[in-house]
Each structure stands twice: as structure tokens, then as C-alpha cells.
């Protein structure tokens, strides 16, 4: 399973681009941390989300790090069944470092959100009882 990163230049010592599907380079490591290639994206206006996964996919990318997602992007990764991590580091060598050791984040539900919805359904629970 390969890993992606959205990034702003073609090396590994590239900064994680700012937005996923309009990333203008996608950087493909192994899943072991080995640079592989970069990828230059030719994203049009519509249907980005969709267009970028579907390049993935075809390279064998299960990963992507990125440092957010639309909602488009969201549902068009959950139809490929890749999984998404924040994107952390000055480099996307170093996401790729941070990922590997378990010290990324998922982008799949904020954390806070995650808290939020759990604290308000035991709420809700406390209200039934």
C-alpha cells in the first residue's frame, strides 16, 4: 500500500500543499517511506475530489496525508476505501516520518467533533433514563 502526500513541489523536500485536490503535486511513497515518484495533478474546475482519488487509486495508493479535506473529498475517498491523516511536518518527508511512527492524525472525524458527538449522545442516553 503506497502513501500519498498533496504537496506544493515535486521532491520530498517539498511543503504539504494546502489543499487536497487542488494540490498541484502528489508525492507517492511506499509503504515503508521510500520516495517513489511525484505525480503533477491537471485538476480542472469540477469534480476535482473524484479525479484526484481515482489517480491514486490507480497507483495503489491506500494513504493520503493531506491538511484538510472538502466533503467531496471525504466521500470520494470512502468509496475507495483509502484512508486520510493530517498532513504534518515542514516537508512531506517528514509527514510521511510522522505517519509511519502513529503520530498522525486522521482526518476521517476531528477529534473534537469525534468528543462533542460522543459527549452529546451520552446526554441523550442520561435524558432516556
Known sequence: MNIAV???????????????ARAPWFLLF?????FLEAVNTA????GAAAAAVGLL????????L?????????SALAAANMKAYLSEGATAEDGVR???SGKAGSL??????RD???????????DRV
Do not use: C, M, W
Open 66 to 74: 493531506a491538511p484538510r479535506l472538502g466533503p467531496n473529498a471525504v
Open 6 to 20: 498533496a504537496a506544493e513541489g515535486q521532491t520530498p523536500q517539498s511543503r504539504p500543499a494546502d489543499r487536497f
Open 30 to 34: 511506499s509503504g515503508e517511506g521510500t
Open 43 to 46: 485538476a480542472g474546475e469540477h
Open 116 to 126: 462533542r458527538k460522543e459527549s452529546s449522545e451520552l446526554k441523550g442516553e442520561k
Open 98 to 100: 510522522i505517519y509511519l
Open 108 to 113: 476521517d472525524l476531528p477529534a473534537e467533533n
Open 57 to 64: 487509486a490507480g497507483r495503489g495508493v491506500g494513504v493520503v
